[in-house]
């Protein structure tokens, strides 16, 4: 039997790059048109910010948590989770959890040592880059990991705050990213994290000064395999 998968919604661009690269890419491993069962559940965006902005992890904890179980009394055997930054309440719920879930940092690094990177650079909202979200994820397989400046912080997290999860996706913004990313590759850098999932709309893999591991179709690939195993 093919999984139920789960996917567990923070922004609207990020889950429907997540939903729309399953629905897609299962086809090549099934057949046409044939993908898991997918059910969705997003509270809005504010309730998780005004927990974020507080710094109440625990408040994020239980909107995953509750929306975990409205997933699994739909059906669904597992759960994913395409938004990086909320990641950082990932081990404040997971005991509670009634089913089980793919972490987005692990998958990314499981990408990464296959592919044998060993100096990854982390691009996401400042929550994300000041948290241990990636670093102890990548530890784990012996990567290294560094973030930008503040400066380029705040110009990454306003660029998703105001653009990226509100769809805006600009020329000016991607070759601001493409700045960003050349400094991390001056740093010694071999791959660059697109650890926001809304950045895989913006950045062009083909333009990037470095090669990209894209967190959110990292995720939902390891979802579509965790499904038919």
């Known amino acids: 039997m093919v999984k139920h998968i789960g996917i567990i919604g923070c922004s609207a661009e990020g889950v429907a790059l997540c939903y729309k690269t399953i629905c897609i890419e299962a086809q090549e491993k099934l057949f046409k048109y044939r ?27 239980e909107l995953m948590l509750n929306s975990a179980k409205i997933v699994a009394n739909a059906g669904a055997d ?6 990086n930054t909320i990641h950082q309440a990932f081990d404040l719920m997971i005991s509670k959890s009634p089913i089980p879930w793919l972490h987005i940092a692990k998958v990314v690094g499981e990408e990464a040592k296959q592919k044998r990177f060993k100096h990854l ?10 948290s241990p979200v990636y670093s102890d994820a990548l530890k784990k397989v012996g990567i290294a990991c560094e973030i930008p400046g503040v400066p380029d912080q705040d110009k990454i997290d306003k660029t998703i705050f105001v653009e990226l999860v509100n769809g805006v996706f ?8 493409n700045k960003i990313i050349q400094k991390l590759a001056k740093n010694g850098c071999d791959a660059v994290v697109l650890g926001c999932t809304e950045i895989p709309l913006l950045v062009d893999p083909d333009d990037c000064p470095l090669p990209t591991l894209d967190s959110t179709r990292l995720l939902a690939r390891a979802a579509i395999n965790k499904s038919l195993e």
């Open 35 to 61: 993908h898991p069962e997918i059910t969705i559940h997003t509270p809005p965006l504010s309730d998780y910010m005004q927990h974020i902005w507080n710094g109440n992890w625990e408040g994020v904890a």
């Open 121 to 130: 650079g982390i691009l996401g909202t400042k929550y994300l880059l000041n």
């Open 78 to 83: 597992f759960a994913i989770c395409p938004d």
């Open 170 to 177: 600009s020329e000016e913004s991607r070759k601001e990213f």
